[in-house]
């Protein structure tokens, strides 16, 4: 245990260090002045300090020490005591609202009652030391990042140190590196992992239903409005907001987000009074922000605002030494699960990976249907690479015909080739309509809602005959 002693006299200062000499495990440092005891902290915070109020004994104002107990209390883990004289129990109330463990006068200085105090504090901070592990290892259950490679014991370690605190985290990485299980761990490791973790897709909702989605909306406050309607904003409650692909944000949303970040505060469509905010936002997206701020496609001050603390997701390619342990958890998720070779192990660890963790993950999805062998060799990838060939080959009369349709001089191809695809469907399978939605791949109401357009009077089934182009 290392013990930081602060006395403006020699003479105290010695009296100290003799009554620690004698106990086991101790470290022992000392200073004369806040000055010199503020570089010893600097240089490596002490476990405890036993700190004189005052360290000027010709200024009767000085209270260096009571500065000192609260740059402790305030910066650093060490455990300030106060060590003084009976008549200044003033400055020692003073003290230990400040955040002193306790006081201990002079005038009882002695080892019988110094060793008990520093061995109760050795302990405390053994048990300390025991929860902190725990909790790491509780931690890193939580966290569902696969891989030992440094690059993701970085990102683990980062996760763990992000979920403590409360301000927006900004999640970068390219398309399929993981960003969402990252805000999933975020979530699961932060103080309120009981609380909700809504997500939201920035480019996913119509722009103009978005701020009702975020905010909510009062009933009556515009056409189709028939009921009160709570936002995500409200709905999170004190947990997790992510807001993905944060970039497709429209501008008009961009700003009143700032203002939430700013006064974490809200007012719902229609609404006349603001409602607080009580959640946290996490951000994700694959697309440079700063390259959008300088196309004018996103707000600098929104980014700053955002750009709070950061977490880099690393592609596959800066991670390929997670490509064993990603394949055996992909692997053992298929019914039956799927064995690897070495050598297909390897083959697939040199192999590039542009959709990265998400690619390799369809992989091994797609060998689990079409693979017939109980070992994956690099033969299987062989079999899966003619079986996708094929696919490609039948894809191209469909591109042809696209490209002959395309070339056509008429207007509406689009509709005119879907009315085309129907009648010949429902002529081929003799007007049965179930037959020819499934003949196409589509729900039967497609069928109908078409047949419908083109006869809405007597609801006869279309003909076989696609109509001439540009009629």
């Known amino acids: 245990m290392k013990v930081l002693i602060v006395d403006d006299e020699r003479s105290g200062r010695l009296i100290l260090s003799n ?25 490596a915070a002490p476990d405890v300090a036993l700190v004189d109020i005052r360290l000027n004994r010709e200024d ?22 106060v060590v003084t004289n009976v008549e200044r ?8 609202k400040m955040g002193a ?24 901070k053994r048990l300390e030391q025991e929860v902190l592990e725990l909790r790491a290892r509780v931690a890193s259950e939580k966290v569902k990042w696969v891989g030992s490679s440094q690059a993701s014991q970085r990102l683990r370690a980062l996760i763990q140190r992000v979920a403590q605190s409360d301000r927006p985290v900004l999640v970068v990485g390219p398309t399929g590196a993981g960003k969402e299980l990252v805000v999933q761990s975020i979530h699961a490791l932060g103080p309120v992992s009981d609380e909700p973790l809504l997500d939201i897709n920035c480019g996913a909702i119509p722009g103009e239903l978005m701020e009702s989605q975020f905010f909510g909306h009062e009933k009556g406050s515009f056409s189709g409005a028939e009921r009160r309607h709570e936002g995500v904003f409200k709905r999170v409650g004190k947990g997790t907001l992510f807001l993905d692909e944060i970039a497709e944000l429209p501008m008009p949303l961009q700003s009143k987000l700032l203002r939430v970040l700013e006064t974490r505060r809200f007012q719902p469509v229609g609404a006349t009074t603001d409602e607080k905010f009580l959640g946290r936002i996490v951000a994700a997206t694959h697309a440079n922000l700063e390259d959008r701020v300088r196309a004018g496609l996103f707000r600098e001050d929104l980014l700053f605002r955002l750009h709070v603390l950061e977490i880099v997701v690393p592609s596959l390619e800066e991670r390929r030494d997670d490509i064993p342990e990603l394949l055996q958890h992909f692997a053992c998720q298929q019914q039956p699960p799927l064995q690897f070779s070495p050598e297909a192990v390897e083959m697939l660890r040199k192999a590039r990976w542009q959709g ?49 349709v395309l070339a056509l001089p008429m207007a509406d191809k689009l509709d005119l080739m879907a009315q085309a695809l129907i009648s010949r ?43 001439e182009p540009g009629r």
Do not use: W
């Open 19 to 43: 009554i620690l000499a004698g106990l086991e495990g101790m470290e022992i440092v000392q200073a004369g002045s806040l000055e010199d005891a503020r570089r010893e902290v600097a240089r």
């Open 60 to 81: 009767h104002f000085n209270q260096d020490g009571l500065t000192l107990v609260k740059e402790l209390r305030e910066r650093t883990d060490t455990v300030p005591i």
């Open 89 to 96: 129990m003033t400055e020692v109330r003073t003290a230990m």
């Open 101 to 124: 463990y306790l006081y201990i006068l002079k005038e009882e200085l002695c080892a019988e009652l110094v060793e008990p105090i520093l061995s109760e504090l050795r302990e405390r």
């Open 356 to 404: 990265n963790v998400r690619q390799l993950r369809n992989m091994v999805e797609r060998l689990a249907v079409i693979s017939e062998e109980e070992i994956i060799t690099p033969k299987s990838f062989e079999a899966l690479a003619s079986r996708e060939r094929s696919a490609i080959q039948a894809q191209a009369p469909i591109d042809a015909l696209v490209d002959a």
């Open 425 to 467: 469907a429902l002529a081929r399978v003799q007007g049965n309509k179930s037959a020819a939605a499934r003949l196409l791949g589509v729900n039967r109401k497609v069928i109908e809602r078409r047949v419908e357009k083109q006869h809405p009077l007597d609801g006869n089934d279309l003909s076989e005959t696609p109509p």
